[in-house]
């Protein structure tokens, strides 16, 4: 049975009662309020501009019950709208649809095309809204994933079904370094969200940072950052219902959310709304609800896997903000993206020091792992001594680590180094390895 197919069932054995229709009471700010609709909370309808079931209409989901109005949250703009609009029932939840036509397509939160290749039809949909797979029915994680960017393949294995987070502040690569792994990686599908984006930065991320070879394999959902607050937050869970498609066919697909704080922001917003309270930094509670519900939601299945990559974008290069704090805590390693290289025109701009993948021994041989224990110990030592040398108030054989530190360094940066267009190192690890043993001799 297809998730739709389940949902309409459900939805028929929902009683049906005498009203299938309410009217608009009220408008304020985000907020639809409808009497006479009798609606669950997180059931979809449809709101009419005018008092008939005629012309424009618009979606929005409940989410919240008011005394006897149901509390609706439109997914577009609500221009137009006026007290004693039409509002229908659908009773059926918000749902995406997914099929092997949507690859190479770039479409929004709802599933409509926003690109110039034609209409979409599509034999199945899957609601967006999906409880993670059980955990002892998950596969183990045991299986690497190259994504094609040396400096995450040899610091920082990945998984396939592991979820790590991008933390970087603006203008550090962020999305370039999402190209360049959308390109270059294994896997076999590429989901990628792009939540709160400028206009421009979702056409240029296509075009130019993805291109032609990375779209070709991938399914871009977009929700541009003038759009609804709850189309922001429905283009992160219908981007992760395709992905749930994708894996349960078997296949290993790569997510990327860009970025998982627009998500939280969007929430806030959705929050304030209701009338939640403001806590950390004014994020609302539902918002650390929302983050281990969505992200959890990526991972093994017991068929095919979802690995995912977040990015946390950081409040001036605050890695402690709430966000960043609360979504480290729940993915499974985290890669940091430097300002300071990023200045310095080291791209990309990966502090490996600060960046951890908790699955990469479970994934790597430990002769791997040693290497990069190594290079990591000798780019620590340099990190000591940098500021001496800059100045000449080091002497060599003072501090033997040190020395093959500094011996090192031009070696090793050159490693970390990779321009877009580069081809894929296919033996990360053994590169670093010959780098070390020539860099040290």
Do not use: W
Not at 164 to 185: C, H, N
């Amino acid at each position: 049975m297809t998730a739709l197919s389940y949902a309409l069932q459900q939805a028929r054995a929902v009683p049906r009662g005498p009203v299938a229709y309410g009217k608009v009471r009220s408008i304020i700010g985000l907020l639809v309020e409808a009497s006479g609709l009798n609606a669950a909370v997180g059931e979809l309808c449809y709101i009419y501009e005018g008092t008939r079931p005629t012309g424009r209409r618009i979606k929005a989901e409940v989410v919240g019950v008011r005394a006897e109005a149901a509390v609706l949250m439109p997914l577009e703009e609500t221009h137009g709208l006026r007290a004693g609009s039409l509002v229908q029932r659908s009773r059926l939840p918000l749902t995406v649809p997914v099929g092997s036509a949507l690859l190479g397509r770039v479409i929004d939160a709802n599933g409509r095309p926003m690109d110039e290749a034609g209409p979409l039809v599509l034999p199945d949909a899957r609601p967006v809204q999906a409880a993670p797979p059980p955990a002892m029915t998950r596969q183990a994680i045991a299986t690497p994933l190259v994504t094609g960017v040396r400096a995450v393949d040899a610091f920082s294995t990945l998984g396939k079904g592991q979820r790590i987070g991008i933390f970087a502040g603006s203008g550090v690569g962020k999305s370039t370094l999402l190209g360049m792994m959308a390109r270059q990686t294994e896997a076999d599908i590429n989901v990628i969200a792009l939540i709160g984006e400028r206009s421009r930065e979702v056409r240029e991320f296509v075009h130019d940072t993805l291109g032609e070879e990375g779209l070709r394999r991938s399914v871009v959902v977009a929700a541009t950052g003038d759009q609804a607050a709850m189309m922001r937050v429905k283009a992160a869970t219908a981007a992760l219902a395709i992905a749930e498609h994708f894996r349960d066919e078997g296949n290993d697909v790569l997510l990327m959310m860009d970025s998982i704080t627009r998500v939280a922001m969007a929430q806030r917003e959705i929050g304030l709304a209701v009338g939640e309270p403001p806590t950390t930094r004014g994020y609302t509670p539902s918002v650390f609800a929302l983050l281990p519900r969505l992200l959890e939601r990526a991972g093994p299945g017991a068929v095919g896997t979802i690995t995912g990559l977040f990015t946390v974008l950081v409040d001036g290069d605050d890695m402690d903000e709430p966000v960043g704090d609360a979504a480290r805590g729940i993915l499974d390693g985290h890669i940091v993206l430097s300002r300071k290289l990023a200045q310095a025109g080291h791209f990309p701009a990966i502090d490996v020091l600060q960046s951890i993948s908790r699955v990469m021994d479970r994934v790597t041989p430990p002769q791997d792992r040693d290497t990069a224990d190594e290079a990591r110990r000798l780019l620590a030592a340099y990190r000591e001594v940098e500021d001496l040398v800059r100045v000449g108030a080091y002497e060599r054989g003072q501090d033997p680590v040190a020395d093959r530190a500094l011996s090192a360094h031009g070696a090793l940066t050159d490693f970390l180094r990779q321009r877009v267009d580069d081809l894929p190192d296919p033996t990360p690890a053994d590169t670093l390895r010959h780098v070390l043993d020539k860099g040290t001799a």
